[in-house]
C-alpha cells in the first residue's frame, strides 16, 4: 500500500485508518502496526509538515516483516529520540517507535525528502499470507 496526504492532523488520522484496514485485508495483526503507523504519521504532519506538500505512507511485506515507511519533505529535520520529564506533554512518538518495532531508522531521499521506516515481524503462517513487495496505489484507495 502506497499513498500519499495531507501533512495534517486529519491526514495523520487518515494513515492509521487506512493502515489498520490495509493490515486487516492482509490478515496481519494491527498490534503493533497501527501505533506505529499513527506515531510516524503525527510526527510527519507536525514536524514534517511544509504547507502545499504530501507526506507518504507505504506498507509492505517482505518474507515475514512488515516494513513501514512515511517520506516527508523536511530532510532537514531528522527525527531522534529524547530523554524527557516524567510530567512531559509530548515527545514520546520515538520512543513508543523505538519500543515497538524491531528495529527503524531515517534513510535521506530526494531532497529535500526523508523517510522514516520501521519494521516488525509479522506472522507468515499459511492463513497470513499479504503480498510481497509494495502495493501501489496513486489514488488514496487501498489495494492488495
Not at 497501527?34 to 506498507?59: M, Y
Not at 530523554?83 to 528495529?103: Q, Y
Not at 534513510?107 to 522514516?116: F, H, I, M, S, Y
Amino acid at each position: 500500500m502506497s499513498l500519499r496526504l495531507s501533512p495534517t492532523p486529519r491526514g495523520a488520522r487518515l494513515a492509521r485508518l487506512l493502515a489498520t484496514e490495509q493490515l486487516r485485508a492482509w490478515g496481519l495483526p494491527l498490534d503493533p502496526a497501527a501505533l506505529i503507523v499513527a506515531e510516524l504519521a503525527a510526527n510527519a504532519a507536525t514536524h514534517g509538515r511544509v504547507p502545499g506538500r504530501d507526506f507518504g505512507l507505504t506498507l509492505y511485506v517482505v518474507g515475514g516483516t512488515l516494513r513501514i515507511e512515511v517520506t516527508d519533505t523536511r530532510g532537514d529535520r531528522l527525527p531522534h529520540t529524547q530523554l524527557l520529564a516524567p510530567d512531559a506533554e509530548s515527545g514520546r512518538g520515538l520512543v513508543l517507535v523505538e519500543a515497538l518495532a524491531d528495529k527503524w531508522g531515517v534513510a535521506p531521499g530526494l531532497p529535500p525528502r526523508k523517510t522514516v521506516w520501521a519494521e516488525i515481524s509479522v506472522d507468515r503462517s499459511p492463513g497470513n499470507r499479504a503480498p510481497v513487495g509494495p502495493c501501489r496505489c496513486g489514488t488514496g484507495r487501498l489495494s492488495s
